[in-house]
């Protein structure tokens, strides 16, 4: 099956009346969602962190679809004020909302920190999405109809042990492993939201898009050669971002609330997508993950 042909038998025919906002929607698997709602004319708002560049993502999606409606936010993820000022935006001109795909994310940063002291993969990553979850809530629950909230997680999670004792990295910590906690970390937000408001009209979904072949995991390695080889290795055993993107499109089908989404593949690396189930050890101790973030919001707002 291809691509087309699995969103042919899968979606609907058009998605016009429903409004999808994409975290990060100008690149990678985030604007391959984009790609697909643009062409099934539903209205899309791209919340970017660079405004040039998501300009420029509205100016190719409107050539796949002249007459969609494709609206730029700023956001970054990374700067509780910018985070503040979105959600306020959302709140103010009552931005209907029916799908949130929370895809914004940095890989593999060396160790840096956010504007509010935070290290920038767990401040982006997780604190970013707590926070702007926590702004969001209350104004998603009062709209008259369902909501769908999905969240990223990514297959590192399975391969470095989560240790909340270590909550915040140090310089001496491996990129690789603190991007792993802030996935983690992800995935206890995902659980917490889920049952704190099951029998809600707000519905969250937890997307695995597999090993994808995206500009950000080429940045994430600083040596030119490695990046050239890993580049080959990504494209032969890795699926592109426009096959990754199901995974997201998933939430689009009437599936369960609290599903779990990942490809089909071999160590779930890639293929068309299906429900996976998430083992209990990776849910363990989800309440103190977001107590330890909220914490952290509370003390640097």
């Given amino acids: 099956?291809?691509?087309?042909?699995?969103?042919?038998?899968?979606?609907?025919?058009?998605?016009?009346?429903?409004?999808?906002?994409?975290?990060?929607?100008?690149?990678?698997?985030?604007?391959?969602?984009?790609?697909?709602?643009?062409?099934?004319?539903?209205?899309?708002?791209?919340?970017?962190?660079?405004?040039k560049k998501g300009e420029a993502a509205k100016q190719e999606?409107?050539?796949?679809?002249?007459?969609?409606?494709?609206?730029?936010?700023?956001?970054?993820?990374?700067?509780?004020?910018?985070?503040?000022?979105?959600?306020?935006?959302?709140?103010?001109?009552?931005?209907?909302?029916d799908y949130l795909f929370n895809n914004a994310g940095v890989y593999r940063l060396p160790y840096s920190l956010t504007k509010q002291g935070i290290?920038?993969?767990?401040?982006?990553?997780?604190?970013?999405?707590?926070?702007?979850?926590?702004n969001l809530m209350d104004y998603l629950l009062k709209l008259p109809h369902q909501?769908?909230?999905?969240?990223?997680?990514?297959?590192?999670?399975?391969?470095?042990?989560?240790?909340?004792?270590?909550?915040?990295?140090?310089?001496?910590?491996?990129?690789?492993?603190?991007?792993?906690?802030?996935?983690?970390?992800?995935?206890?937000?995902?659980?917490?939201?889920?049952?704190?408001?099951?029998?809600?009209?707000?519905?969250?979904y937890l997307a695995h898009p597999g090993s994808t072949y995206t500009p950000l995991i080429a940045k994430g390695y600083k040596n030119h050669a490695i990046r050239l080889l890993g580049r080959k290795f990504m494209k032969i055993f890795f699926h592109l971002p426009n096959k990754a993107c199901l995974v997201y499109a998933m939430v689009i089908r009437n599936i369960p609330n609290g599903s779990y989404i990942v490809p089909r593949g071999l160590l779930e690396m890639s293929g068309f997508p299906k429900l996976g189930k998430i083992?209990?050890?990776?849910?363990k101790d989800y309440q103190k993950t977001i107590d330890i973030g909220n914490e952290e919001i509370s003390t640097r707002q």
């Fill in 147 to 204: 909501v769908k909230v999905t969240f990223v997680n990514s297959v590192t999670t399975y391969y470095y042990k989560f240790n909340q004792d270590h909550f915040f990295p140090t310089p001496k910590d491996k990129p690789i492993h603190t991007y792993a906690n802030s996935k983690s970390m992800v995935t206890h937000l995902f659980y917490y939201l889920y049952k704190k408001y099951e029998n809600t009209n707000v519905n969250f």
């Fill in 61 to 97: 999606l409107l050539k796949i679809n002249p007459k969609a409606n494709i609206a730029v936010l700023e956001l970054d993820l990374a700067d509780f004020s910018s985070i503040n000022r979105f959600s306020r935006y959302i709140i103010t001109h009552k931005i209907d909302i």
């Fill in 279 to 283: 083992k209990n050890k990776y849910l």
């Fill in 1 to 51: 099956m291809t691509v087309k042909g699995w969103i042919d038998k899968h979606l609907p025919n058009s998605l016009e009346g429903d409004t999808f906002v994409i975290t990060g929607g100008n690149s990678g698997i985030g604007f391959e969602l984009a790609k697909i709602v643009a062409s099934l004319n539903g209205k899309l708002i791209l919340a970017c962190r660079d405004i």
């Fill in 119 to 134: 290290e920038t993969q767990i401040g982006t990553n997780y604190i970013g999405n707590l926070l702007l979850m926590n």
